[in-house]
């Protein structure tokens, strides 16, 4: 049978037709994704009209704040609560961004320099490596043997310091295996992320890169390159000695922890430094059919500096550093969280009191992944230990805060490792102090030729065994302190306990106790000798340092108020071979005294171990009750012949 159309069947199909093929989403350019208001939002953000010249090597974080910076719609880079996470914001005033323009660091190259000026060349190009990591890369990859300050003032990518395409475009080859500033990048214009499947038309017609998923965008190689350092040290005369200096090693000194746990899992730098949302957070501002992503990881990249962050945020104008003061003052305030709360824990706790001499122990826990402080050798942490009667006097007092911001009582190199402190002219710091070939003090970096010290606290599961051990050693008196990295034998802790053993001078009445642990920066003693020199970059750097707030970075208090102490001078206090106090320990709390019988008891008090008052008995009794709470006690027992004092347990 023959088939017949009628004009309406036709049109019926035609229709079918169009509908069917306007659904499919041929594109003969991808660019059809975008609109004009699209492209003129991107060029207001990103300040370029078309993809990167297919010459540079890697884009600036301008080239990349038009999608990834603050959404002015809020659809994208927004958290769950419609709080701002856009990964510009957050990462322009980390120290990461801030690094080519850091006053400091430029002050100390130049301090290098002036020490032996026939290095400077390869000085300033190893300094660059990791400061200015994309410029340095790009003329090193073109052929230049040298790349100094001056041609990176010059380079707007440079000058971008350790940016987006620093860490996005590590490659893969060589992760976790290169140091001190060598690395590997991938030169075939792509931009790694941690996302699978990544909507690339923004970023490959905008920016002209491609995204691409990697699972090593968050491997803690992608640190390691510049955060293991070594030198080629010197001798005096600048002569070079053919050994080399391990600056800083925090890549390894993770790899020697728990937290690397043999690659098995492992809390990455990120973990801590990139801490993640599990909001699906859409990734680009101006595109609302955009699906979240989970995990987000913010790019704070915050560490523990806010000294110098402070003083950069002062003097921004002058170090042409373009960002807002709200900015800097939300990634102070991270730092300042950072290193109050993931840093370290304190425990104090009062660990005996002997006739006139008081017994506190402090314990502090390194929390980090690394050891506490890490990185640059200038960086320190103290302890401030007092002990202040109820009135306000002070009986005994260590490592406290002169007004130049000098510890009090450190000698005037290298103070050494405590175990027990027990004079005030000894405070315990927690620091690496570099050796000359002379076995001197020394700050200047390339002089560095062996470890003085080396006291910081190691991470969790840090091991004197370990094969990186090499390159995180400790270093002084702290190798023979038996709870240093140590509890009940086992090592790998991450903890030091200080034993502060005091006399109470026969005082009687309450005790205050403080012990607060400081984290410095930038101090004075470590400063003093490069800030003595002359440079126009030592120059700058000292007006702004002068004028900056330099004060110590309190971050963690332990307190202990109101304890009781007895006024046992020691005069009073006799041997007293003649009397015993049993059974001790006492399972049922019940102790007898025995003594001469010519010997009358005139009162026993039984104190408990904060040193509380807690039984008071009168007459001549040869037998008394603990009270109920078991623990250590102690019995002041007068009699005619003096004063006695037992320790007794009561189990």
Not at 162 to 167: L, R
Not at 470 to 490: K, P
């Amino acid at each position: 049978m023959k088939k017949t159309y009628t004009k309406f069947s036709i049109a019926i199909v035609v229709i079918s037709c169009v509908l069917l093929f306007s659904m499919i989403p041929i594109r003969k350019n991808v660019t059809e994704y975008h609109s004009e208001a699209e492209y003129n939002y991107y060029k207001t953000h990103a300040m370029v009209a078309a993809p990167i010249d297919s010459n540079i090597m890697f884009p600036t974080a301008g080239n990349c704040d038009g999608c990834h910076g603050y959404d002015p719609q809020g659809n994208g880079m927004v958290d769950s609560y419609g709080n701002d996470v856009n990964v510009h914001d957050d990462w322009r005033t980390s120290m990461m961004a801030l690094s080519a323009k850091d006053p400091f660091w430029r002050a100390k190259v130049s301090h290098e320099i002036l020490v032996n000026p026939s290095h400077s060349l390869a000085l300033q190009t190893k300094c660059t490596t990791c400061h200015a990591p994309q410029g340095h890369f790009t003329a090193i990859l073109r052929g230049a043997e040298h790349y100094t300050i001056a041609e990176m003032v010059a380079d707007t990518t440079a000058m971008d310091g350790v940016s987006c395409g620093a860490c996005h475009m590590k490659s893969v080859e060589n992760l976790g295996q290169e140091f001190s500033g060598d690395a590997t990048y991938d030169t075939t214009r792509v931009i790694y992320g941690p996302y699978e499947m990544p909507f690339a038309p923004p970023m490959t017609d905008f920016v002209g890169f491609v995204p691409e998923f990697s699972e090593h965008i968050n491997d803690a190689g992608i640190c390691a390159s510049c955060h293991t350092l070594q030198t080629n040290s010197v001798d005096l005369a600048g002569n070079f000695t053919g050994e080399k200096f391990v600056e800083q090693a925090t890549y390894h000194e993770w790899i020697n922890s728990a937290y690397d746990d043999n690659g098995t899992n492992p809390t990455t730098c990120q973990s801590c430094h990139m801490p993640q949302l599990e909001d699906q957070i859409v990734i680009s501002a101006n595109y609302i059919f955009l699906e979240g992503r989970s995990p987000y990881g913010l790019h704070d990249l915050v560490g523990a500096n806010t000294t110098m962050l402070k003083l950069m945020k002062e003097n921004k104008e002058s170090l042409n550093i373009d960002a807002s003061d709200e900015h800097f003052d939300e990634t102070i305030a991270k730092t300042l969280l950072m290193l109050q709360q993931n840093s370290l824990s304190t425990d104090l706790e009062m660990a005996d009191l002997d006739q006139d001499t008081a017994y506190f122990d402090l314990k502090i826990t390194n929390r980090a992944g690394h050891k506490f402080p890490s990185g640059y050798p200038s960086r320190r942490a103290f302890v401030e230990f007092i002990v202040t009667t109820d009135l306000g006097d002070t009986l005994f007092q260590s490592g406290v805060m002169q007004p130049n911001y000098e510890v009090n009582g450190q000698t005037a190199e290298t103070e050494p490792h405590f175990d027990i402190i027990n004079s005030e002219d000894q405070v315990q710091i927690y620091e690496f102090v570099l050796g000359d070939v002379n076995g001197d003090f020394t700050t200047v970096l390339e002089r560095a030729y062996v470890g003085l010290k080396d006291n910081r606290l190691p991470p969790l599961g840090f091991s004197t065994s370990h094969a990186s051990y090499d390159t995180t050693l400790i270093i002084g008196n702290a190798l023979t302190d038996s709870d240093f990295n140590y509890e009940d034998g086992t090592e790998g802790s991450g903890s030091d306990i200080v034993h502060y053993h005091f006399p109470l001078h026969g005082y009687t009445g309450l005790i205050n106790i403080s012990a607060k642990v400081f984290y410095q920066a930038l101090p004075p003693k470590w400063l003093n000798p490069m800030l003595a020199e002359n440079t126009p970059e030592i120059d700058s750097f000292r007006t702004m340092y002068e004028n900056a707030d330099l004060s110590p970075v309190l971050i963690s208090t332990e307190t202990m108020d109101s304890i009781f102490v007895q006024g046992v001078g020691t005069k009073n206090i006799v041997e007293a071979n003649w009397l015993k106090v049993f059974p001790n320990p006492t399972s049922d709390g019940w102790v007898s005294i025995s003594k001469p019988a010519d010997v009358d008891i005139i009162e026993i008090k039984i104190y408990d171990f904060t040193g509380r008052l807690v039984k008071e008995v009168k007459n001549n009794f040869e037998q008394v009750r603990l009270p109920e709470n078991g623990g250590l006690f102690l019995l002041e027992i007068e009699t005619e012949r003096g004063r006695v004092v037992r320790k007794i347990l009561r189990d």
